[in-house]
T-cell receptor, first 114, second 113 residues
Framework: SQQGEEDPQALSIQEGENATMNCSYK?????LQWYRQNSGRGLVHLIL?????REKHSGRLRVTLDTSKKSSSLLITASRAADTASYFC??????????????FGSGTRLSIRP | EAGVTQSPTHLIKTRGQQATLRCSPI?????VYWYQQALGLGLQFLLW???????NRGNFPPRFSGRQFPNYSSELNVNALELEDSALYLC????????????FGSGTRLTVV
């Protein structure tokens, strides 16, 4: 079963608005990552937040992590047409590297209307 | 630096045949990860190789196998292809996934007819 579940599954907003996507997970994690995928191509790593961090920024991206609620959110501010893509959260679970792997959620499809 | 490269870009096979997909990680990255992404779905973890050894495996049947070569490139083999194996297969490498995450290739689109 998937570790991370994104919400909403699809989001359509006007260019210039902010977009917020949420991710929930089930077990303890080492870190949580967000990726973007354009049109069924490879994924692009956006940001990584460690389990002992609560918030992280990168350009127009802001990620929060609440380990007590096992949830994370990705905020994209001042959206642009080029932000249209699918966004995935991924959790790196497990304590021992030999047993752990990164688990991806099913993604949020973001559409930016001009 | 060159990114993660995958070949071929597209592959069409007949049910029952075997498919071989290849991946070259970023120079200096010793770990290679394989994921399957069926159309419109999320990524399912397949295999993790590090230093030539299989470190972890997802919930896939034994007909999905692979290996990692001394130069850290990797091969994914799928035997006895089934229609539901049609998917985008993504390879990723990492220098330190606990701090930097993955770098993905553009994938191989496998179609089984």
């Amino acid at each position: 079963s998937q570790q991370g579940e994104e919400d909403p599954q699809a989001l359509s907003i006007q260019e210039g608005e902010n977009a917020t996507m949420n991710c929930s997970y089930k077990t303890s994690i080492n870190n949580l990552q967000w990726y973007r995928q354009n049109s069924g191509r490879g994924l692009v790593h956006l940001i990584l937040i460690r389990s002992n961090e609560r918030e992280k920024h990168s350009g127009r991206l802001r990620v929060t992590l609440d380990t007590s609620k096992k949830s994370s959110s990705l905020l994209i501010t001042a959206s642009r047409a080029a932000d249209t893509a699918s966004y995935f959260c991924a959790t790196d679970q497990g304590i021992y590297s030999s047993a752990s792997k990164i688990i991806f959620g099913s993604g949020t499809r973001l559409s930016i209307r001009p | 630096e060159a990114g993660v490269t995958q070949s071929p870009t597209h592959l069409i096979k007949t049910r029952g045949q075997q498919a071989t997909l290849r991946c070259s990680p970023i120079s200096g990255h010793t770990s290679v990860y394989w994921y399957q992404q069926a159309l419109g779905l999320g990524l399912q973890f397949l295999l993790w190789y590090d230093e030539g050894e299989e470190r972890n495996r997802g919930n896939f049947p034994p007909r999905f196998s692979g290996r990692q070569f001394p130069n850290y490139s990797s091969e994914l083999n799928v035997n006895a292809l089934e229609l539901e194996d049609s998917a985008l297969y993504l390879c990723a490498s990492s220098r330190d996934r606990f701090n930097y995450g993955y770098t993905f290739g553009s994938g191989t689109r496998l179609t089984v007819v």
